[in-house]
């Protein structure tokens, strides 16, 4: 597959850690936020959302945070497997648009 | 589960050729969108589309680009004349749309790449 984000940080953890992927987000008036899991040759694939009213939403081992005063978004992601290795990016969609801003992605390497 | 399927997987053209890609995106939603990823770099986004109209374009989105949705099912990007900057991998999306304004979750396709030499 293409290997993306050749630039990319990265976050190395060992299995069975918790991940943290941190996002700064560009535009004040982004209401809606997602993040994307991207593994080698295939299309983003959502992780989780948050909406702008909210500052914390969970998922099944992922736990979004949204803090609107410094633009920052983090995915958690609780128990790190294996198949958690990919390039993560965030999207923010702004307010009144249908475009989504991707953010510069971050590759989380697993170490088992 | 339903999912935006993308064709061709890989596409390999000479500069100056026309190129479309083809999507068909999940069939209950409204919103249609093509991203491009050149090789190393960001998700980037090219169109919105929606009520058979372009809804949204960036910049990278010029004369050279064009999008139809030609029938009930299929959404289409076409690159009158590549460059070799279009090299890259195409994402198609879509979404449902939700009533407070955003389009809501985007599905991606698994992309179609397209080289130009």
């Known amino acids: 597959g293409e290997s993306v984000g050749l630039h990319l940080p990265t976050l190395s953890v060992q299995e069975g850690d918790n991940s943290i992927i941190n996002c700064a987000y560009s535009?004040?008036?982004?209401?809606?936020f997602i993040w994307y899991k991207q593994e080698s040759g295939k299309g983003p694939q959502f992780i989780i959302d948050?909406?702008?009213?909210?500052d914390k939403r969970q998922g099944q081992r992922v736990t979004v945070l949204l803090n609107k005063t410094v633009k920052h978004l983090s995915l958690q992601i609780a128990a790190t497997q294996p198949g958690d290795s990919a390039v993560y990016f965030c999207?923010?969609?702004?307010?009144?648009?249908?475009?989504?801003?991707f953010g510069t992605g971050t590759r989380l390497k697993v170490l088992a | 589960e339903p999912e935006v399927t993308q064709t061709p997987s890989h596409q390999v053209t000479q500069m100056g050729q026309e190129v479309i890609l083809r999507c068909v995106p999940i069939?209950?939603?409204?919103?249609f969108y093509w991203y491009r990823q050149i090789l190393g770099q960001k998700v980037e986004f090219l169109v919105s589309?929606?009520?058979?109209?372009?809804?949204?374009k960036s910049e990278i989105f010029d004369d050279q680009f064009s999008v139809e949705r030609p029938d009930g099912s299929n959404f289409t990007l076409k690159i009158r004349s590549t460059k070799l900057e279009d090299s890259a991998m195409y994402f198609c999306?879509?979404?449902?749309?939700?009533?407070?304004?955003?389009?809501?979750?985007?599905?991606f396709g698994e992309g179609s790449r397209l080289t130009v030499l």
């Open positions: 999306a879509s979404s449902e749309g939700v009533q407070w304004g955003a389009a809501g979750e985007l599905f």
């Open positions: 535009n004040s008036a982004s209401d809606y």
């Open positions: 948050i909406r702008s009213n909210m």
């Open positions: 999207a923010e969609n702004i307010e009144g648009t249908y475009k989504y801003i």
């Open positions: 069939s209950n939603h409204l919103y």
């Open positions: 589309f929606y009520n058979n109209e372009i809804s949204e």
